[in-house]
């Protein structure tokens, strides 16, 4: 997908170039270099799969990824996660202050749904956006992920679930979209569902030596579980792909998750 790497890169260096300096800074900052685009990925993938246009899907996966930036940049805020570096170098309230981490994130959330208002079929794009990242889906996530254990409503999981793979659906969903049947959608949702507790699941793996406070699925399974739990989630995805026959998706995800955390 090489193409939209070109495309990330142009359209947000012409944006930014277009604002006052010291926000050109700001925002340049948070997103170059970019991340992995796993999001992104999996929405062109997909759209591949089903013999789409791939570059009238480019401003959509350009928004999964400003989304999800924006939920990086105020993750890490003190009066949040409180961490003070992302990818190896200063977050972005460290490099620059908190007041302007904030601002930079509402930014990047505004610029999401702006590249929505601009695709076809605006409309449903922005109510699913707005179903599922909003106060019931991601951003009530990041509210109970923030609650200690003896003080949250629902379970661990469902925290993971609202927290991590909404944004995950959305991208599996707006695939498909405006063509929706009943049956496509709900695989479409349960592959995003799985998708986002493997991405959990691996993050919690890798950062398990790091942890010592907060949510984290380690400390309340024993890696067994955890393994078992990941290798089920994986296989349930996969076995959606297959079923759909999306190959190069099932290329895709095989590849990003491996067969067992390691």
């Not at 999996?42 to 789409?52: A, P, R, V």
């Not at 792909?241 to 190959?247: F, K, M, P, R």
Request: glycine letters at 6%; aromatic letters at 12%.
């Amino acid at each position: 997908m090489h193409g939209f790497d070109d495309y990330y890169q142009c359209t947000l260096e012409q944006y930014f170039s277009k604002l006052p300096n010291q926000l050109n800074e700001l925002l340049s900052y948070a997103c170059f270099p970019a991340g992995k685009k796993f999001r992104a990925n999996l929405l062109l993938h997909l759209c591949s799969d089903l013999q789409k246009e791939l570059q009238d899907f480019y401003p959509l996966a350009l928004s999964l990824e400003m989304h999800h930036l924006y939920t990086l940049i105020h993750d890490d805020l003190p009066s949040m996660d409180d961490d003070d570096y992302r990818r190896g170098r200063p977050s972005l309230h460290k490099k620059f202050d908190e007041a302007s981490a904030i601002l930079a994130g509402d930014g990047l959330l505004n610029y999401s749904y702006q590249l929505l208002a601009e695709m076809p079929h605006a409309g449903q794009l922005l109510k699913l956006y707005s179903r599922l990242l909003g106060l019931n889906g991601l951003i009530a996530g990041q509210f109970y992920d923030l609650k200690p254990a003896g003080q949250r409503e629902i379970s661990l999981q469902q925290i993971h679930d609202l927290k991590t793979a909404r944004l995950i659906q959305v991208a599996c969903l707006a695939a498909i979209y405006p063509n929706l049947s009943l049956s496509h959608f709900k695989d479409l949702y349960s592959l995003g569902l799985s998708l986002g507790r493997c991405f959990q699941l691996n993050d919690d793996w890798q950062d398990r030596q790091q942890v010592t406070e907060g949510l984290n699925m380690i400390r309340e399974f024993s890696e067994e579980q955890v393994q078992a739990n990941y290798q089920h989630e994986r296989q349930k995805a996969l076995r959606i792909l297959a079923n759909h026959q999306y190959q190069q998706s099932y290329k895709f995800l095989s590849q990003y998750f491996p067969a067992s955390l390691g």
